[in-house]
């Protein structure tokens, strides 16, 4: 088994530029490859640069239906926008194809045992679903990474631990009754941020009931009380369900000095989330672990956020970066609030889960 790990990346993904004034510049991709470089990280003899090859239409027709796919390809042609914030474009299109196949990529060498874990740069377009996008995404590149590998490799478990500030609904809503996909999204309290879905009784339906796993966090949460969640949440839930892989997907938003989201994780905070994910993932699955890292909104920090994040998937001890703003307190309430939180969603999910004190009734065999 190989020991390295891959960073798939292609200089044609800053085509997803969705223009001037939009928060989703297309210049965040060789800003951080940049900052990477400046860190040394592609001088380690265990990182693998792969430039990846587009997913096809039929990647894309396992998750999403034709009509809507052919739509996409459409509005690309006629240069039209999806919804007022989603522009489409064949530039954008090309790009979109690039990201999700960079997953695909990620997926195929792990599965090859060609490298141990992998980052797929600009992935995470988790608000788009089955038939519809919006909120920047246009493919659900998470959910076309998984059915490539279900019907490619004959997985059967994933579990996908979405750290983005928003709420996936889009991967939410395509696995919402499927009990083969663990969902578990650590977000910002939906009351506060966009989609203002992903509330802790949102715990999936039919066979799907008990595998959608929502942790919303409210403003100001920090570093300890993010990784609480994680580590009561998170770490029990993949050591029961013991996924195929882990899929964990976002980018810089949930930083203290982000633009869009309110949650307060400093730069040294991803790469403690990305060590415990990579952690986790060599406990419950062999190490299989593909990152998927899009998000963020500050330009600023960026670039130091992602090198957090891959670097913690590379499996750095440690990481010299600085801060661009003083970090800021925690509120004093945000603690107690995690924990009742933490503590509710726990008897929420009792009854499927032995973990968190039940039978664990719903386990796939
Ligand atoms: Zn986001």
Redesign the pocket.
């Known amino acids: 088994m190989s020991e390295k790990v891959a960073i798939a990346f292609h200089e044609k993904m800053k085509q997803y530029d969705l223009g001037e004034g939009h928060p989703y510049r297309g210049d965040r991709f060789e800003n951080a490859i940049i900052f990477f470089k400046s860190q040394g990280l592609f001088n380690l003899p265990s990182v693998l640069e792969i430039k990846p090859q587009p997913a096809s239409q039929e990647d894309l027709f396992r998750v999403h239906e034709r009509n809507y796919v052919e739509r996409i390809f459409r509005l690309a042609k006629e240069g039209k926008p999806y919804d007022f914030e989603t522009p489409v474009s064949e530039k954008i299109l090309e790009a979109a194809l690039l990201v999700t196949g960079a997953a695909l990529d990620c997926g195929r060498l792990v599965l090859d045992g060609k490298v141990r874990r992998a980052v797929a740069l600009g992935g995470?377009y988790?608000h788009a679903g089955r038939g519809y996008g919006g909120?920047f995404c246009l493919f659900n590149d998470i959910a076309v990474l998984i059915e490539f590998l279900r019907t490619k490799y004959g997985l059967k478990r994933f579990l996908v631990l979405d750290y983005?500030?928003?709420f996936g609904n889009g991967t939410s809503d395509i696995y919402y009754g499927d009990p083969s996909v663990l969902y578990i999204s650590v977000h910002q309290d939906p009351r506060t941020l966009y989609p203002g879905k992903g509330f802790i009784h949102e715990v999936g339906e039919g066979a799907g009931e008990g595998f959608n796993v929502n942790v919303p966090l409210p403003p100001g949460t920090a570093d300890g009380s993010y990784l609480y969640a994680l580590e009561e949440v998170f770490v029990p839930l993949a050591e029961e369900f013991k996924p195929d892989v882990i899929i964990g997907n976002?980018?810089s938003?949930p930083h203290f000095a982000d633009s869009?989201?309110d949650l307060n994780l400093s730069t040294k905070g991803f790469f403690r989330l990305s060590c415990l994910i990579r952690k986790t993932a060599e406990r419950v699955c062999d190490s299989r672990l593909v990152l998927m890292v899009g998000?963020g909104?500050n330009p600023l920090v960026l670039p130091p956020c992602w090198y957090a994040l891959a670097a913690g998937v590379v499996g750095l001890k440690e990481i010299a970066v600085e801060e661009q703003y003083p970090v800021p307190q925690e509120p004093p309430h945000c603690h107690r609030t995690v924990e009742k939180t933490v503590d509710e969603l726990k008897r929420l999910l009792r009854k499927y889960w032995s973990c968190f004190g039940g039978f664990g009734i719903n386990v796939v065999p």
């Open positions: 995470g988790h909120g983005d500030v928003h976002g980018g938003d869009l989201g998000s909104y």
